[in-house]
Nanobody
């Protein structure tokens, strides 16, 4: 099993920045990709960004392109989500997920394609 653990959430003003971290423990050699999703109250969980572990190839949702960057440190088994120019509509609980199969463009944004999930970290952006 792989256990993702998120950190770095908090309260920030609109236009500010936060960096989320997702540290994976357990059978990390079986991790092929990590993804970030978010869920606001009363809304569906939505895809934010993902990264393929083997080559660092990133994927991002259109809503965050130009503002959010995903990266990974393989030696630390950690994925990062750098969030800049935050907006109130970015307010949500952010979840990290690990995939133990090859990550493709078709699988990256689908919650059911991920095998392990973290508990989530709250991000609140005030206007």
């Amino acid at each position: 099993q792989v256990q993702p653990v998120e950190s770095g959430g908090g309260l920030v003003q609109a236009g500010g920045s936060l960096r989320l971290s997702c540290a994976a423990s357990g059978r990390t050699f079986s991790t092929f990709g990590m993804g970030w999703f978010r869920q606001a109250p009363g809304k569906e969980r939505e895809f934010v960004a993902a990264i393929r572990w083997s080559d660092g190839n990133p994927y991002r949702a259109d809503s965050v392109k130009g503002r959010f960057t995903i990266s990974r440190d393989s030696a630390k088994n950690t994925a990062y989500l750098q969030m800049n120019s935050l907006k109130p509509e970015d307010t949500a609980t952010y979840y990290c997920a690990a995939r133990t199969r090859y990550l493709t463009a078709q699988s990256m944004g689908v919650t059911g394609e991920y095998d392990y999930w973290g508990q989530g970290t709250q991000v609140t952006v005030s206007s």
